[in-house]
């Protein structure tokens, strides 16, 4: 089991930036890759951001490309969203998982952090 916790979730202006943290207990941090996920009301949850085990690898989302960065600190069992010249659509609960290497699932889940973006 991988115990996912999030945080840095706030209510911020149109422009502003926030950074995500997603601290995880558990199983070996470094087995998984990770990924962070929003879901906003009336929509699908939608992947935002996903790093390799070692972090050597990012990908993020079309529609926040150039403005979101998605990091990892191995040492301290932490992932990280860095997001930057927010939007108003941007407003989500945001998730963190962690993606069996073997399946590439994304198989253990935080309980979410509220982003409201106000313009």
């Known amino acids: 089991q991988v115990q996912l916790v999030e945080s840095g979730g706030r209510l911020v202006q149109a422009g502003g930036s926030l950074r995500l943290s997603c601290a995880a207990s558990g199983r070996t941090f470094s087995n998984y890759g990770m990924g962070w996920f929003r879901q906003a009301p009336g929509k699908e949850r939608e992947l935002v951001a996903a790093?390799?085990?070692?972090?050597?690898?990012?990908d993020v989302a079309h529609s926040v490309k150039g403005r979101f960065t998605i990091s990892r600190d191995n040492a301290k069992n932490t992932v990280y969203l860095q997001m930057n010249s927010l939007k108003s659509e941007d407003t989500a609960v945001y998730y963190c998982a962690a993606q069996e290497l073997s399946s590439g699932a994304f198989v253990y889940w935080g309980q979410g952090t509220q982003v409201t973006v106000s313009s």
């Open positions: 790093i390799s085990w070692s972090g050597d690898k990012t």
